[in-house]
């Protein structure tokens, strides 16, 4: 978790470099996002103050694109490739797997923070689809199967002792 003084230092560099004016509000949350990982509340309250504009506005802009994520990401982010090479060897169904297996939906993290999954377009290596990634780890040829197996190493527990 990215403390709070980190957050607002990181906001105020970043400010610093864009005029008021709320033809900046997608570059500005695009930025912060790119920074922090996600847009805290108190990030789109500073950027309303800073534009002038109405915080309802910002949320509204945050909660429209589904670019924007609106809670961190996992301690291990899992990316669903859904470009047209992915999408069309069953990319859908790999999605749909891990969905189930982490009991959450594209663009959330689980409640322990452990995972985080987004759906993307093409991540430029076709030649592999179906394509997932979990953390820097690229996964070629993927199956609803494989998807399942290959996030067990990832949860929490796995390599704990089991208790006596
Ligand atoms: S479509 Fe998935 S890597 Fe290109």
Redesign the pocket.
């Given at each position: 978790m990215i403390a709070k003084e980190q957050t607002g230092q990181a906001l105020a560099e970043i400010l610093a470099a864009y005029k008021k004016d709320r033809g900046n509000l997608i570059p500005l949350l695009q930025e912060v996002q790119a920074n922090l990982g996600y847009l805290p509340r108190e990030a789109m309250q500073t950027i309303a103050d800073f534009l002038e504009i109405p915080q309802v506005e910002v949320w509204g802009v945050a909660t429209f694109y589904n670019q924007f994520r609106l809670v961190p990401l996992g301690e291990h982010h899992i990316v669903v490739?859904?470009?047209?090479?992915?999408?069309l060897t069953g990319?859908k169904l790999i999605l749909e797997a891990l969905e189930r297996e982490l009991d959450i939906k594209a663009g959330e993290t689980t409640p322990d923070g452990n995972f985080s999954l987004e759906r993307v377009?093409?991540?430029?290596?076709?030649?592999?689809?179906?394509?997932t990634v979990i953390g820097e780890k690229i996964y070629p040829r993927m199956t609803p199967f494989k998807a399942e197996e290959a996030i067990i190493p990832y949860k929490r527990g796995y390599d704990e002792e089991p208790e006596h």
């Open positions: 490739c859904m470009g047209t090479a992915c999408h990319g377009a093409c991540i430029g290596c076709c030649m592999l689809a179906p394509v």
